[in-house]
């Protein structure tokens, strides 16, 4: 049972073990966001040297319209339990990279209206496990206080229902509040 997942930016290996003597299920290793563009060769460097088998490892890529997602791909394949592709909005997305990674086990974001709308569609790929909001990308541009409670509580209760349609997990978003540790609860 996968209950908690720990974001830790692959630009920071300071913190990789301490990550993995934490209390979380998984790890999730970030070369999107959390890594500056000048530092995202490093971190995939980082990320190549490190080995955690205690835990399931997820490696949040860039997404496909950059430059470094295949190099993000070829890196964190051998090293991966599943890889988490941000921003999907189609079936090619998942295809371009399953034809890169034929075996790769995917967590999609969905951060955008249409990846929210075809949800279901995306998460019954045969290469995907599950399913997660980005709900700050998804709510930034488009006005939408993420912090109200009825707004993350309809777009979490689409995406799970996308998921069980499918028959793959649905995780929750990611929880940024570390000073509110009962939040996370």
Same mark, same amino acid.
């Given at each position: 049972?996968? @209950?908690?997942?720990?974001?830790?930016? /692959?630009? @920071?290996?300071?913190?990789?073990?301490? /990550?993995?003597?934490?209390?979380?299920?998984?790890?999730?290793?970030?070369?999107?966001?959390?890594?500056?563009?000048?530092?995202?060769?490093?971190?995939?460097?980082?990320?190549?040297?490190?080995?955690?088998?205690?835990?399931?490892?997820?490696? @949040?890529?860039?997404?496909?319209?950059?430059?470094?997602?295949?190099?993000?791909?070829?890196?964190?394949?051998?090293?991966?339990?599943?890889?988490?592709?941000?921003?999907?909005?189609?079936?090619?997305?998942?295809?371009? =990279?399953?034809?890169? /990674?034929?075996?790769?086990?995917?967590?999609?974001?969905?951060?955008?209206?249409?990846?929210?709308?075809?949800?279901?569609?995306?998460?019954?790929?045969?290469?995907?496990?599950?399913?997660?909001?980005?709900?700050?990308?998804?709510?930034?541009?488009?006005?939408?206080?993420?912090?109200?409670?009825?707004?993350?509580?309809?777009?979490?209760?689409?995406?799970?229902?996308?998921?069980?349609?499918?028959? =793959?997990?649905?995780?929750?978003?990611?929880?940024?509040?570390?000073?509110?540790?009962?939040?996370?609860?």
């Amino acid at each position: 049972m996968l @209950r908690s997942k720990l974001f830790v930016p /692959a630009s @920071r290996p300071e913190l990789f073990e301490k /990550a993995a003597a934490s209390a979380a299920d998984a790890l999730s290793f970030d070369l999107e966001d959390a890594v500056v563009e000048a530092q995202k060769a490093q971190a995939r460097q980082h990320l190549s040297q490190f080995s955690c088998t205690q835990k399931l490892v997820i490696v @949040r890529i860039n997404g496909l319209s950059t430059v470094h997602w295949q190099a993000d791909l070829e890196t964190c394949c051998p090293m991966a339990d599943w890889v988490n592709l941000p921003k999907v909005e189609s079936l090619t997305d998942i295809e371009q =990279v399953v034809a890169r /990674a034929p075996t790769v086990k995917l967590l999609l974001t969905i951060e955008t209206p249409k990846g929210m709308r075809l949800a279901a569609s995306l998460a019954s790929h045969p290469n995907v496990v599950g399913i997660q909001a980005g709900l700050v990308d998804l709510f930034q541009g488009l006005g939408i206080d993420r912090r109200l409670n009825t707004v993350r509580e309809h777009i979490l209760l689409q995406l799970r229902l996308a998921a069980g349609e499918a028959g =793959v997990l649905c995780l929750d978003a990611a929880y940024a509040d570390t000073k509110d540790p009962q939040g996370f609860d």
